[in-house]
């Protein structure tokens, strides 16, 4: 197979075809790249349904894939699908869309309880200072109940 680089020097000198025979080189090997992984026996990846591994494999900027050679793209993960593999991504993205509900639901018992523990220490508190504001109003107003001792002077020694 023709390495890039060797193929874009030896196409400089034509203009720019170059570009456009580069641009194929890269379709073939990302063709090739492609029947490789979904044969299971990659070779430079590590064989993932990905457009990373892909990319890796083809020996192509990932953003070629992403950007400028879309078809190759979207027939890789048709292809994948076709035979019956959920690509990677999806996967993972699966597994963890799980552990965010997960999540969400005991964030959700959590702030439950939390409010729940909120509306019990206002109450315990508006129960406090009702007490207290009553204590006070004793101790303000003598009564009955409420008898001032008389100072008792100490003996110097």
Known sequence: MIDFT????LMRHLGTAWFIVLSYLKRDRTRAAMDRILAGAPEQSNGALTIVALATEAGVPRNALTQRHLDLKNAFYARARARGGTPDRELRLR?????????????????KQLRADAEALAAALHVSE????????????????????????RPRT
């Not at 060797?6 to 020097?9: N, Q, Y």
């Not at 009702?130 to 002077?153: A, F, H, K, W």
């Open 6 to 9: 060797e193929a874009a020097g």
């Open 95 to 111: 597994k963890q869309i799980v552990k965010l509900k997960e999540l969400r639901a005991a964030d959700a018992e959590e702030l």
């Open 130 to 153: 009702v007490d207290n504001r009553r204590l006070r109003e004793q101790l303000s107003t003598p009564g009955p109940g409420v008898r001032i001792l008389p100072m008792q002077s």
